[in-house]
């Protein structure tokens, strides 16, 4: 072996984009295991590639002793200071291997060796090439299909678009050239595997960097990106500038810009809107090209909201199977529930009706009949009406005394109570919420004398005693005599 080895191994370097001191450290392994084969023997042996010679020297390691118990790792003092002078006992010694009678078979289990080696090295360099990259848009040529997928060239490496990865509308054939987003990079027994996509939102997110300047060099930025490939996609923008229109900066003059992404995406129509901080507005605008009327949060930490829309923009903004709302509810991160204008205002009427219901005072446990008929007497006939009603006024009823009164508020709050605490499986009761679907869109409603009937059936309420009791008995009796007499 010459100076020309490491030129060659330079060289090699050079193709396959690895370090040089890879393949040398390949170069030397693959010699050490020739040497140890040819010779079969088990001493320790070292191989260092002289870069000035050009020549790959093998050595036996063996370490000094005074009394040699193994002869192939050591070696006595005087015959390690005939090769070294100044070696001491515990020192090693370096013996010198020929390497120019390695043989045909020596020769080929070299070449093998460093094969492998520069393989392993070159896929290692391929994989930490593009980990580094993954979300950068490269172009590429389509080389041949395995079945659904298809294999491009990507220069250094091939990589695959996997038939989930290609749009519906798109179709490819040998030695066409696409735009691609590097995905990720899979180790496999095959070596690394990088995968392609046409469907991530990062390359419409890309092709707009390329393509906008003012994305390119910060002024606008793309907050939010959504796609259906193949049929439509929504981005977000932003300008860092109040000069800059970030949606016609993205559009273009006559939608120059926007068109040439279009094109690389083979018509997918792309919406352009307006980022804001304020969900609502964001909301609003990302349903465009949709006119809403109005867009209120539900449940903030649910990210819930409802948007009212007149009724010949609901199709509109629902879109065609879904995909108008789908995908600003992808954007925006938001779920959206969207009503036209006379669904809200039945719905509305819907909910008056019900929180209109009234309850009779026979549903309100604990009061005895004589109460009962006072109460009515006096034009209370409803728990409502009862809970409307002072303490001041219940007095001034006939047979009602004041203990009488504090009692049946304590049982009209008591009633709310356990309707409050009672479990409902299905749509709460008017009478405690307030809130009602449409029947024929929503479940049946449980009504109030049901909610009271499952309240009955977990817990049995216990008959307030206090009214049956004898002192407020009297004393109901005492007031009408006394009213009696006062007749009289």
């Known amino acids: 072996m010459t100076n020309i080895l490491y030129q060659q191994i330079d060289q090699l370097s050079k193709e396959k984009g690895i370090n040089p001191e890879i393949v040398v450290s390949a170069v030397e392994d693959a010699v050490l295991v020739a040497t140890r084969k040819f010779y079969k023997s088990n001493e320790d042996l070292r191989s260092t590639f002289n870069k000035?010679?050009?020549?790959?020297?093998?050595?036996?390691?063996?370490?000094?002793?005074?009394?040699?118990?193994?002869?192939?790792?050591?070696i006595s003092l005087e015959s390690a200071q005939k090769i070294d002078a100044n070696v001491e006992v515990n020192g090693e010694?370096?013996?010198?291997?020929?390497?120019?009678?390695?043989?045909?078979?020596?020769?080929?289990?070299a070449k093998q060796v460093i094969l492998q080696k520069v393989?392993?090295?070159?896929?290692?360099?391929?994989?930490?090439?593009?980990?580094?990259?993954?979300?950068?848009?490269?172009?590429?040529?389509?080389?041949?299909a395995e079945g659904g997928d298809i294999i491009v060239d990507l220069g250094t490496t091939e990589g695959r678009l996997p038939k989930r990865e290609q749009s519906r509308l798109e179709s490819f054939t040998t030695g066409d050239r696409t735009r691609v987003v590097i995905?990720?990079?899979?180790?496999?027994?095959?070596?690394?595997q990088v995968i392609v996509s046409r469907t991530d939102p990062a390359l419409l997110i890309k092709l707009f960097e390329m393509e906008v300047p003012e994305i390119y060099d910060g002024t606008v930025v793309i907050r939010e990106a959504a796609r259906d490939t193949g049929?439509?996609?929504?981005?977000?923008?932003?300008?860092?500038?109040?000069?800059?229109?970030?949606?016609?900066?993205?559009?273009?003059?006559?939608?120059?810009?926007?068109?040439?992404?279009?094109?690389?995406?083979?018509?997918?129509?792309?919406?352009?809107i307006a980022y804001s901080e304020d969900p609502v507005a964001f909301v609003t605008n990302a349903l465009s090209p949709a006119k809403i009327g109005r867009a209120s949060i539900l449940d903030i930490m649910e990210k819930h909201m409802e948007v009212i829309v007149e009724s010949d923009q609901l199709s509109l903004a629902i879109g065609?199977?879904?995909?108008?709302?789908?995908?600003?509810?992808?954007?925006?991160?938001?779920?959206?529930?969207?009503?036209?204008?006379?669904?809200?205002?039945?719905?509305?009427?819907?909910?008056?009706?019900?929180?209109?219901?009234?309850?009779?005072?026979?549903?309100?446990?604990?009061?005895s009949e004589g109460i009962l008929q006072k109460l009515s007497n006096s034009g209370i006939s409803t728990i409502e009406e009862l809970a409307d009603t002072p303490i001041a006024e219940?007095?001034?009823?006939?047979?009602?005394?004041?203990?009488?009164?504090?009692?049946?508020?304590?049982?009209?709050k008591d009633y709310y109570l356990k309707l409050s605490e009672a479990p409902i499986t299905e749509e709460p009761s008017p009478v405690l919420e307030g809130v009602a679907e449409k029947a024929a869109q929503e479940p049946a409603m449980v009504s109030a004398e049901e909610g009271e009937a499952a309240v009955k059936a977990e817990k049995p309420a216990a008959p307030d005693e206090s009214l049956e009791d004898p002192a407020i008995q009297a004393e109901s009796d005492h007031e009408m005599k006394n009213e009696e007499k006062r007749e009289e």
Request: net charge positive.
């Open 231 to 272: 049929e439509r996609a929504k981005i977000a923008v932003l300008s860092k500038d109040k000069d800059v229109d970030p949606v016609g900066a993205c559009v273009g003059m006559k939608g120059s810009r926007v068109q040439a992404i279009i094109r690389e995406l083979h018509g997918e129509k792309i919406d352009i």
């Open 119 to 144: 393989r392993e090295a070159e896929r290692d360099s391929i994989f930490a090439e593009y980990s580094q990259r993954v979300g950068e848009v490269v172009t590429c040529m389509v080389k041949r």
């Open 183 to 192: 995905s990720k990079v899979e180790k496999t027994t095959k070596g690394p």
């Open 52 to 74: 000035e010679s050009g020549q790959v020297e093998v050595y036996a390691i063996k370490k000094v002793v005074e009394n040699v118990t193994n002869p192939s790792r050591e």
């Open 93 to 109: 010694v370096k013996i010198q291997k020929a390497t120019d009678v390695l043989g045909r078979i020596a020769a080929q289990t």
């Open 320 to 367: 065609k199977k879904g995909q108008n709302v789908r995908l600003a509810a992808k954007l925006t991160g938001w779920k959206i529930d969207i009503k036209s204008d006379e669904e809200k205002r039945a719905e509305i009427e819907d909910q008056m009706a019900q929180m209109a219901a009234k309850t009779p005072l026979a549903e309100l446990p604990g009061l």
């Open 394 to 412: 219940l007095t001034n009823i006939k047979g009602v005394g004041p203990k009488s009164a504090e009692k049946i508020i304590a049982s009209v």
